[in-house]
């Protein structure tokens, strides 16, 4: 698949881009010009990365009250090693959780981001810091983000780590 950060062409970067648009019937004409889906594609992945800043920034204040507005209504955070959560209420409780460990920063780096209509698939890595700027975890993500009331917000959210389990 064409990472929208790398730039790619080509045939798979066109139907890739052909996702963006919401118009069924324009995706079966595909009276959208290859540059104009582009675009497209290139504008998703550029409101998602803004969207990590938000997150990030959130993260770097240790601001578990702002993580709601950064989901949909119904989403879904699916951690590893435990049950799913959903719910504003539950949202800022383990987000708050997850400062109260010590975490102080978030390092997405995005792969590649898939448009599909009023959804678009982000996968990537993550790096997270402690208080000390000690890297303590490292692994992948992969985001379901959703179009809701033209604002790109996380729908599914779920990653694991890329390190050894510690002993206990």
């Known amino acids: 698949m064409v ?9 798979v970067a066109y139907w890739w881009a052909l996702a ?29 990365h803004e969207a990590n800043q938000r997150f990030m920034e959130a993260i770097s204040a240790a601001d578990s009250a702002t993580m709601p507005s950064l989901y949909t ?15 504003a209420d539950a949202i800022v409780e383990f987000w708050q959780g997850f400062f109260d460990l010590g975490i102080a920063a978030a390092q997405p780096k995005t792969l590649e981001v898939i448009p599909m ?3 678009a698939l982000e ?8 208080d000390d700027e000690t890297l303590t975890d490292r692994g992948k993500i992969m985001v379901l983000w959703k179009n809701e009331d033209d604002t790109w917000k996380m729908h599914r959210d779920t990653w694991n780590s ?5 002993e206990p």
């Open 117 to 119: 209509g009023e959804y």
């Open 162 to 166: 890329s390190l050894s389990p510690q």
């Open 73 to 87: 209504s119904d989403a879904k955070i699916l951690p590893p090693n435990a049950d799913a959560v959903s719910g």
């Open 3 to 11: 990472s929208a950060f790398e730039g790619g062409r080509g045939e």
């Open 20 to 48: 963006c648009t919401r118009d069924p019937a324009v995706v079966a004409s595909q009276s959208i010009g290859r540059l104009g889906q582009w675009r497209c594609a290139m504008d998703v992945a550029g409101r998602i």
């Open 123 to 130: 996968v990537g890595e993550y790096s997270l810091y402690g």
